[in-house]
């Protein structure tokens, strides 16, 4: 069982920057996909960024595209997501997944989740 806890959610205006951490229970982190996911109020929870296990390939949504970038530390078995010219949009509570090696039959596949970290930007 992986257990994984986000932290650096919080209140900040329109343009400024922001960066999640999730930090993963077991060593074996190293060899799992990794992933962003949000969800605003009233809404259905959608995909923001996902990153290999070897931190060499990475993809994003179209809305955060250029602007969040998501890096892992295998070391630190934590993955990050920065986040900069944050928009009111943006404003979700944002959730850390993690998928073993294995093809995912589905964008949100992920094996374990955590418990998310709010995001809220003023305008």
């Known amino acids: 069982q992986v257990q994984l806890v986000e932290s650096g959610g919080g209140l900040v205006q329109a343009g400024d920057s922001l960066r999640l951490s999730c930090a993963a229970s077991?060593?074996?982190?190293?060899?799992?996909?990794m992933g962003w996911f949000r969800q605003a109020p009233g809404k259905e929870r959608e995909f923001v960024a996902r990153i290999s296990g070897s931190g060499g390939i990475t993809s994003y949504a179209d809305s955060v595209k250029g602007r969040f970038t998501i890096s892992r530390d295998s070391g630190e078995n934590t993955v990050y997501l920065q986040m900069n010219s944050l928009k009111p949009e943006d404003t979700a509570v944002y959730y850390c997944a993690a998928r073993r090696p294995r093809a995912p039959v589905r964008l949100d596949d992920y094996d374990y989740w955590g418990q998310g970290t709010q995001v809220t930007v003023s305008s």
């Open positions: 077991q060593r074996a982190f190293s060899t799992y996909t």
